[in-house]
């Protein structure tokens, strides 16, 4: 069984930084697909960034040259790198692992960002 768990988030002030860790126990992550994704009160669950086996990462368009997606596989942990942060970057923040087509969800960390 594959556990998702999170780290990292709180509050910050805009134009800080601030890391978001994702560790998977029971499976290696290497070849997985990571995906993170992000909740505002009221609104859908947003595709943030991924990264998938071969290291090829993506970003949406609203965090593309602010946030950075990671893998260390040596401890088995992907990172979101978040700078600029914003307040509008306010959210849950949800981690998503996808090993051999089946989907394991992190349990969601906040972050909120004041201006």
């Known amino acids: 069984q594959v556990q998702v768990v999170q780290s990292g988030g709180g509050l910050v002030q805009a134009g800080g930084s601030l890391t978001l860790s994702c560790a998977a126990s029971?499976?290696?992550?290497?070849?997985?697909?990571i995906g993170w994704y992000r909740q505002a009160p009221g609104k859908g669950r947003e595709w943030v960034a991924s990264?998938?086996?071969?290291?090829?990462?993506n970003y949406g368009n609203s965090v593309k040259g602010r946030f950075t997606i990671s893998r260390d596989s040596a401890k088995n942990t992907v990172y979101l790198q978040m700078n600029s942060l914003k307040p509008e970057d306010t959210a849950t923040y949800y981690c998503?692992?996808?090993?051999?087509?089946?989907?394991?969800w992190g349990e969601g960390t906040q972050v909120t960002v004041s201006s």
């Open positions: 990264i998938v086996g071969n290291g090829g990462t």
């Open positions: 998503n692992v996808v090993i051999r087509w089946t989907s394991y």
């Open positions: 029971g499976s290696t992550l290497s070849m997985a697909s």
